[in-house]
């Protein structure tokens, strides 16, 4: 079979899926595309793109047409905590992190991505619903409006989110491999920034067992962020959404929660779900693989599930190149150089957890604590050690 002949179905176009697709390309493979939803999606959340995804993204070729946000430090915008007394002080926010990370949308990711999938076959509102392996090929029973068709590919990528269809379909049900952590996310764009804040501050008011936070942008209106711990995952679900997130929030009667929970109200679109992570033994059986949230979700707690997606589909395509004539050689070998990484984040996100939404009083204190100290700690370090003044800007130390 030549590289020409080389097929493979890609379930799902967010970042995994066109990830996977270019990667598979550069391989030498026809990568298909099927999407669940009836067009492209935009738009989006805030994410910060990790040093590893920023390589990954260099890998497939897309950091051309990617579009970073982070805030210009010198030029005023600052990182905010919010005490129970309502007062603001400077504290570390999630850019602050090791590795600097860069501030994009998902839909910055996503637009980057589908500027390089030119070419690629892309089947809208399309779903499969059975895959059978056979020795040389999978057969897919795809359906569309309706309408059902089966086709053959040589390989099967699942990059169909958390609650993928392709591992429902192959490995098996989603509680075989979702693990709980008793926590819901609502996360949505801003119309406006908080009043009183400037336009790219970023801002957090973290209590026990709840937690908003505002993530500021250079040229775009702050991402929020609302997030809470709950033993009832499925009780959730019921009734709106925002009456919902207002009961949970009652009592932090702050201007910052109150300006959130206003602007969900009209807010075009809005991602809410629980939190889970997801823990398989393997992420591939003969000719079907998952990337993605299908195969690792980390979460959001952990920051890195856009970075773990383009290194995920960057790495697929590679393994694939450099086993040309052995399927099961390439993923192997993709799965063996990737997985450590995988595990690692895995394994902070549930401290990084405590950060986001701490678990109860003590840890809210905890938390606070920890944070100032750091806090403290950049400021004092020497301008070499720490970078310069740039790095003194960004620590939130006196200029």
Request: charged share 25%; with cysteine.
């Amino acid at each position: 079979m030549t590289a020409m002949r080389k097929r493979a179905l890609v379930v799902g176009l967010g970042i995994a899926g066109m990830s996977a697709a270019i990667g598979l390309r550069r391989a030498g493979w026809t990568p298909v595309i099927v999407e669940r939803a009836p067009e492209r999606r935009t738009g989006g959340y805030f994410i910060g793109l990790f040093p590893s995804g920023r390589q990954a993204a260099a890998d497939l070729g897309i950091v051309g047409h990617l579009h970073t946000r982070n805030p210009d430090r010198a030029t005023g915008a600052n990182s905010w905590s919010v005490d129970r007394r309502g007062r603001r002080r400077p504290a570390l926010g999630f850019l602050d992190q090791p590795g600097e990370p860069a501030a994009v949308l998902r839909g910055d990711i996503e637009a980057a991505l589908w500027e390089s999938t030119t070419g690629v076959e892309v089947r809208f509102g399309t779903t499969p619903v059975e895959i059978t392996e056979g020795p040389d090929e999978v057969q897919v029973l795809l359906e569309k409006a309706g309408a059902r068709y089966g086709e053959s590919f040589d390989l099967v990528v699942g990059a169909d989110g958390m609650r993928s269809s392709v591992r429902r379909i192959v490995f098996g049900p989603d509680q075989d491999y979702l693990t709980k952590w008793n926590a819901m996310i609502c996360a949505f764009p801003l119309k406006e920034q908080v009043p009183s804040y400037e336009a790219s501050d970023s801002i957090i008011v973290a209590r026990a067992k709840r937690a908003v936070w505002v993530f500021g942008l250079a040229d775009h209106a702050p991402t929020a962020l609302l997030t809470y711990r709950t033993t009832d995952i499925q009780e959730q679900f019921s009734g709106s959404r925002v009456q919902r997130l207002r009961s949970v929030f009652s009592g932090m009667d702050d201007p910052v929660v109150r300006h959130v929970l206003d602007s969900l109200e009209e807010a075009p679109d809005h991602l809410f779900d629980s939190v889970h992570q997801v823990r398989m033994p393997r992420w591939s059986q003969g000719r079907v693989v998952l990337v993605g949230d299908a195969a690792w979700c980390m979460n959001l707690y952990s920051g890195m599930g856009a970075t773990s997606s383009l290194r995920g589909g960057a790495a697929l395509g590679a393994a694939l190149r450099e086993h040309p004539g052995d399927l099961a050689a390439a993923l192997d070998a993709w799965e063996t150089g990737l997985r450590p990484f995988i595990t690692k984040h895995q394994r902070t996100a549930r401290l990084k957890q405590q950060m986001f939404v701490p678990s109860g009083r003590r840890a809210e204190a905890l938390r606070s604590v920890l944070l100032g100290l750091v806090r403290r700690i950049r400021g004092r370090r020497p301008a070499t050690a720490a970078g310069g003044p740039r790095a003194r800007v960004r620590s939130g130390a006196p200029g």
